[in-house]
């Protein structure tokens, strides 16, 4: 019995501390509610470059156009959790880990998930200004109507 007993508190000791573990270095998993933002980021991908990773346009590259401020603002966030992990500026050429950046941003930034916050301050900051950013939120929200 005591056997059993040792078995059973094991397991529900790494089924508690296994997810822990798995939000300390994965920018997906920071988006605590789960919420699922595929389409918005797709939509983005659309909108911003066609889905080509390589485009560049100014200081904005990759297929989410991110810009190197961008980069030093999900670093920043980054070490203030104490995450070992870094982005660098090559990053933004990968769409997997544009992607990774988009959801940190996210997660810190906007942790209600809102989705039109989420489109407006990709296209003008934190402090966009919902007059400039009208057209690009539009059309981000039709390529997600389809």
């Not at 920071?30 to 699922?36: C, K, L, N, P, V």
């Not at 659309?46 to 810009?67: F, L, W, Y």
């Not at 070490?79 to 050429?93: E, M, P, V, W, Y």
């Amino acid at each position: 019995m005591k056997k059993v007993l040792k078995i059973v508190c094991l397991i529900s000791c790494f089924a508690t501390l296994a997810p822990l573990s798995a939000l300390a270095d994965d920018a997906r998993s920071t988006t605590s509610s789960g919420y699922d933002w595929t389409p918005v980021m797709d939509a983005i991908i659309h909108v911003e470059s066609r889905g080509d990773a390589k485009a560049v346009s100014g200081n904005s590259c990759g297929a989410m156009q991110i810009t190197p401020i961008l980069v030093k603002e999900c670093n920043n966030i980054l070490q203030k959790r104490k995450s070992k992990k870094r982005f660098t500026l090559k990053d933004r050429f990968s769409v997997e880990k544009s992607k990774e950046m988009f959801l940190l941003i996210q997660s810190y930034f906007n942790p209600t998930n809102n989705v039109e916050k989420a489109i407006r301050s990709w296209n003008g900051g934190m402090n966009y200004s919902v007059k400039r950013t009208q057209r690009y939120y539009n059309k981000v929200m039709a390529q997600m109507r389809g």
